[in-house]
Each structure stands twice: as C-alpha cells, then as structure tokens.
C-alpha cells in the first residue's frame, strides 16, 4: 500500500486584505495644521500682553544706596612667576606691608628693599600712602620686582604725570623673561644628553 503525501495549504500570493498598496512617485503633500481654508478663516487667538512696568519712587523708609569711592587703588605686578596684588591707600605714613608682615620683614636684604621702594622713593607720595601687597609664586627676588611693578603701576593710577620718569627707567616695564619648558627627550628646555658614535 502507497501512503499517500499530505500537503500543506499554499500561503496566497499578493497583498494581503486590508493592507494599503505603498504610494509611488511623489510624496504626497503634507498639510500643516492652520493652512487650511477653514483654518484660516477661524478667529486667531488674542494672546495677553503684559502690563508695562512702572517705576514707583523711593521712598524714604527705603532710600537709594550711594556708591562710595573706594580709598584705594589696586594693582597687579608680575615678573618670572611671582604675581602680587597691591593696595595702595591714599592715607597713610610710607608704610610698606607684604604678607602681613613689614617690608623690612619679608625682604631683610637691603638690595631687594631699594629694589621694592625704587619707583616709591622717586615720588612725592613717599610718606603719604600706605601699601599692602598679596605676593604669591616665584622666588625671593622675582617677587620683589613683582612688587615694585605693582606700586609703579599704582602710581601711575595716582599721578599720570609720573609716567614719562618711570617710563624712562623701566619700571613699567614687564620683563618677560622666564624659564623655558623642559623638552622630551632632552635633559633641559634645551640641553641635549651627549652624542655618542655607537
């Protein structure tokens, strides 16, 4: 006896019901809401409009606050790595402060103390101001130049006709001399490791 082969029903061929064929050629045109005819002819909306702001006086449980002139002047000198902030009041007896100690404290040579007081001493305001400076970075000495060009700057700010004489002796001058970066592969910023044959 044969056996005889059951088969499967075959799926249809084509699109199935319900399904809508996807459009060719152009794409239909897209219709943003408001375009319409009937849209347009609907009434816009009123938006709000916010209420102009009116000043009220002052009045005198609250009066204005009054800006008071500072009594300093402040400055900034820098050289090699050192940066200082100087303050530079207007009354005062010539004294000199830096990190809140005296001059002659923070600088006990006296070459770095001429050097601090150099552009102080060739004014006529020696024994009138009192100085305050905020010294950070660098070594000894470049901190002394940095603060000598703070307070030739502040004098600057205090009496413009100063200018030329400091001009003239480089004390507004901003050296800008530092040290170069070490390179790779050398010991130094320039300095090679020595040369051999093999």
Same mark, same amino acid.
């Given at each position: 006896?044969?056996?005889?082969?059951?088969?499967?029903? !075959?799926?249809?061929?084509? *699109?199935?019901?319900?399904? $809508?064929?996807?459009?060719? &050629?152009? #794409?239909?045109? /897209?219709?943003? %809401?408001?375009?319409?005819?009937?849209?347009?002819?609907?009434?816009?909306?009123?938006?709000?409009?916010?209420?102009?702001?009116?000043?009220?006086?002052?009045?005198?449980?609250?009066?204005?606050?009054?800006?008071?002139?500072?009594?300093?002047?402040?400055?900034?000198?820098?050289?090699?790595?050192?940066?200082? !902030?100087?303050?530079?009041? *207007?009354?005062?007896?010539? $004294?000199?402060?830096?990190? &809140?100690? #005296?001059?002659? /404290?923070?600088? %006990?040579?006296?070459?770095?103390?001429?050097?601090?007081?150099?552009?102080?001493?060739?004014?006529?305001?020696?024994?009138?101001?009192?100085?305050?400076?905020?010294?950070?970075?660098?070594?000894?000495?470049?901190?002394?130049?940095?603060?000598?060009?703070?307070?030739?700057?502040?004098?600057?700010?205090?009496?413009?006709?100063?200018?030329?004489?400091?001009?003239?002796?480089?004390?507004?001058?901003?050296?800008?001399?530092?040290?170069?970066?070490?390179?790779?592969?050398?010991?130094?910023?320039?300095?090679?490791?020595?040369?051999?044959?093999?």
């Amino acid at each position: 006896m044969t056996e005889t082969a059951i088969q499967t029903p !075959k799926k249809p061929r084509g *699109r199935p019901a319900g399904v $809508e064929a996807r459009p060719r &050629g152009r #794409p239909r045109k /897209v219709v943003m %809401p408001g375009s319409t005819p009937a849209a347009k002819a609907a009434p816009k909306r009123i938006r709000a409009v916010a209420p102009a702001k009116v000043e009220m006086p002052i009045s005198a449980a609250h009066p204005a606050k009054a800006v008071t002139p500072l009594n300093y002047i402040f400055t900034v000198g820098r050289r090699k790595r050192a940066v200082a !902030k100087v303050f530079f009041y *207007r009354d005062g007896k010539g $004294e000199v402060e830096i990190n &809140g100690k #005296p001059l002659e /404290v923070y600088f %006990p040579s006296e070459l770095l103390q001429q050097t601090v007081l150099a552009a102080l001493n060739q004014s006529p305001f020696r024994n009138s101001v009192r100085v305050v400076v905020k010294v950070s970075g660098g070594g000894i000495p470049g901190q002394a130049v940095a603060v000598q060009h703070g307070i030739t700057r502040a004098l600057i700010k205090l009496d413009e006709t100063l200018r030329p004489i400091f001009r003239a002796r480089g004390f507004l001058t901003r050296d800008s001399r530092e040290k170069e970066r070490k390179k790779p592969g050398l010991k130094k910023a320039r300095k090679a490791p020595q040369w051999q044959k093999r």
